[in-house]
């Protein structure tokens, strides 16, 4: 059985995090969407840019891992610091969605 390269095994790694953090936020989505139709919710402008915001940075996770699947060995490592940095943000940015969700719904 062939060992998988570090490349492979951070990409493959990387790819479970991105499905993770899919299902994370179409659970926030679904959250906010209910809330509204209950009532709980207004929809607001500040929770759309949250929410737009969030959108972007998981757009720009998949980005990064497409370039890092498509990069070299000798270039993939670079590739794995922008990622690494994109998922930071993304965590970030689900983080303030969750928070500004929370907020909205008690007022």
């Given at each position: ?62 980005t990064q ?43």
């Amino acid at each position: 059985m062939k060992k998988m390269s570090a490349k492979a095994a951070y990409s493959k790694s990387a790819r479970n995090k991105l499905v993770e953090s899919r299902a994370k936020l179409d659970g926030i989505r679904t959250a906010i969407k209910q809330a509204v139709a209950a009532g709980r919710l207004r929809p607001s402008e500040q929770l759309d840019r949250t929410l737009s915001a969030m959108e972007v940075n998981f757009r720009a996770a998949e980005t990064q891992l497409r370039n890092l699947q498509k990069s070299g060995e000798d270039e993939w490592e670079k590739m794995r610091v922008q990622l690494d940095s994109t998922w930071e943000n993304l965590a970030r940015s689900i983080a303030n969605l969750v928070a500004r969700f929370s907020d909205e719904s008690r007022d």
